[in-house]
């Protein structure tokens, strides 16, 4: 489910024109002196490689492919979590280097297999990986490359001959060239592929840098807990598309050439260790999710009906309780896509059945649920399907959860209030305001809360968690927008209404704000 919706400005297409309108790199003045410094051939600092990132990551917040999803967001933080603290365990990521970067992962909309991490810590994922991995250490193998190329700081390191461009152009041409491997191809994509394809070899890493990725990301995926057997599954998966030369469907392959010497190296590791059962209720869900990946992928009117079609085939029945789930998940989430939701509702009791026995799978189950409800526009049901996380302390709700429930109780709030959906939608709101002062990046979180003060009747909170949300997605004229709007409500109100210790924080949010988009402002002029 989607809660917050994208802002529709193709500004990858934007920036990836000015591409081609920008002559020859080399003519290009060096930086001034208020910009991160990138030259004499040295690494970029942390705070010049963040800035960077920030400056990409901003950029694609804004592109319509972004995609925002409690559930499968959910399901990356738990493999990205547990590999940025096993990085650190090892003693690969200095406390400053985990401090300064975001280690934040955005969802690309796209079918194509691709992973690519950005400077500054940012990881971009594309849809298209998670569904064709079969098990989650498959997954956790190329998060802990990508993640290793940034502990060992080799985008500064590639960047260091760059001394030539300004950040704002190596910014320009990474979007560029996530413009160009996207599989839709699009009028701006086909154009700006001859340029990309310049670009890309100047930034890609060098072999070595390859091996080191595959050697210290096998590492930190033993240190996290995952089976390494994961690392060698996925290298083979991968050889096996590049054997049926199905580049353009795998971008990750045209950034990762596997070499024998790569593939002998880790199969080589891999011998050394014992070898682990499979874990039936991590595959369960990873055919869930990788379900749920292939939907969100924008396949096309035809593979949903596919799909949606495959839980009625009698061969359902045959497969593993791994493809049976994934098969009536997938199902359920196309037919919705459809809008046919009398047709995802009929799945529900399969789904329950086939989950019962496993607790992270029925979770998931639930949650579908509650989604269909959303779309069924019940907010009653939603709140009946999570009731049971509800009824415990709100201290306990997960995210997704907690999202699901405080977003229906405000919708209630408005239109049929009762005693009992305002206390949930209290509780929510004290959940989400514990939530976003550990997690101040989560824009989505902030979101909801707006919404959900709103809908308590407090203007105000509500402006402030709407400039929250502004700032977290790095769009900070419209964050000094909403602080102002909020400015604007406090002065308006009377002195029984007045909220002076919220008034003063958006004082205090709205010099913040102005503050960085006076700074983005210098660095554009300097472009
Ligand atoms: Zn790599």
Request: glycine share 6%.
């Amino acid at each position: 489910m989607k809660l917050a919706p994208a802002k529709s400005k193709p500004l990858i297409a934007i920036l990836a024109l000015s591409l081609l309108l920008t002559p020859v790199w080399s003519q290009l003045p060096t930086s001034s002196s208020n910009l991160p410094a990138l030259g004499d051939g040295a690494d970029m600092t942390l705070s010049a490689e963040r800035k960077l990132g920030d400056r990409i990551a901003r950029e694609l917040y804004r592109d319509p492919d972004y995609l925002e999803d409690p559930i499968l967001d959910e399901y990356l933080q738990n493999i990205w979590q547990p590999l940025v603290k096993g990085a650190q365990a090892r003693g690969d990521m200095s406390p400053e280097l985990q401090e300064r970067f975001a280690w934040k992962i955005l969802i690309g909309r796209d079918r194509s297999v691709n992973a690519f991490a950005l400077p500054g810590g940012y990881l971009g994922i594309h849809l298209g990986l998670i569904s064709v991995v079969t098990t989650r250490d498959e997954l956790a193998s190329v998060m802990a490359h990508e993640l290793s190329h940034v502990t060992q700081r080799h985008i500064s390191r590639s960047m260091g001959d760059q001394a030539r461009m300004t950040p704002w152009l190596i910014g320009a041409m990474i979007l560029g060239m996530l413009a160009a491997s996207k599989s839709a191809q699009g009028a701006q994509a086909m154009i700006v592929g001859g340029q990309a394809m310049a670009a890309q070899s100047q930034l890609n890493f060098s072999r070595d840098m390859e091996r080191e990725a595959d050697r210290i990301g096998y590492g930190v995926m033993s240190e996290a807990g995952f089976d390494t057997q994961g690392f060698v599954n996925m290298f083979g998966k991968l050889q096996q598309a590049s054997s049926l030369n199905d580049n353009g469907a795998f971008p990750y392959l045209r950034s990762h050439p596997l070499s024998s010497e790569r593939m002998a190296d880790m199969q080589s590791r891999q011998q050394l260790q014992t070898p682990r059962a499979a874990n039936q209720e991590q595959d369960l869900v990873q055919a869930m999710m990788s379900a749920r990946a292939r939907v969100f992928s924008q396949p096309g009117v035809d593979a949903l009906r596919a799909w949606a079609q495959e839980a009625n085939d009698a061969s359902v029945a045959k497969q593993s309780t791994a493809k049976q789930m994934g098969i009536l998940y997938g199902a359920c989430l196309s037919w919705m896509q459809l809008r046919d939701l009398a047709q995802a509702h009929a799945l529900l009791p399969r789904l329950k059945l086939a989950a019962a026995q496993h607790a992270p799978s029925a979770r998931l189950v639930q949650l579908l649920e509650a989604e269909l409800a959303f779309k069924e526009d019940d907010m009653r049901s939603v709140l009946t399907s999570l009731r049971h996380v509800s009824a415990q302390a709100n201290s306990l709700w997960q995210r997704p959860e907690l999202l699901f429930i405080t977003q229906a109780s405000a919708r209630l709030q408005v239109s049929s209030p009762t005693a009992e959906t305002s206390q949930i939608l209290a509780q929510g709101i004290s959940a989400l305001q514990r939530w976003v002062l550990q997690h101040a990046q989560d824009a989505q979180a902030w979101q909801v809360l707006a919404t959900a003060l709103a809908a308590q009747g407090r203007p105000l909170a509500s402006l402030r968690a709407e400039g929250e949300t502004q700032l977290a997605r790095m769009d900070f004229g419209a964050a000094v927008d909403r602080f102002r709007a909020a400015q604007d409500a406090s002065r308006r109100m009377n002195a029984a209404q007045a909220d002076h210790i919220e008034a003063s924080i958006v004082d205090a949010r709205l010099r913040f704000a102005q503050g960085l988009l006076r700074e983005q402002m210098l660095e554009r002029q300097d472009r």
